[in-house]
């Protein structure tokens, strides 16, 4: 059974891993420039850390691992969150 930390986290991760997939959107029509190149590199690598965290927490917590490991990556998580918000609300401008 999975606690209620990692459920939490999982959760987080799972709305960073769908903002990432919209900012991957917003750059694949700016992927042939220079910059765009980056930009949609930039917002693979936010793709591929929400699958490993997601993969990773499911592992953690399937070990046995409680609060005490899930409560910091709680943290975590939501800085992620926020900065893949920060990143798609200005690629939106």
């Known amino acids: 059974m999975i606690g209620l930390y990692w459920q939490v986290n999982i959760l987080i991760v799972l709305i960073e891993l769908a903002l990432a997939l919209l900012l991957l959107g917003n750059y694949l029509g700016m992927k042939d420039t220079r910059l765009g190149k980056r930009l949609f ?22 070990m046995g691992y409680g609060k005490a490991v ?3 990556l709680l943290l975590l998580s939501l800085s992620g969150l926020l900065g893949v918000g920060l990143l798609y609300s200005i690629s939106r401008m």
């Open 70 to 72: 899930a409560g910091p």
């Open 41 to 62: 590199g930039i917002a693979l690598v936010f793709v591929a850390q929400s699958v490993l965290a997601i993969a990773f927490y499911i592992h953690w917590a399937e």
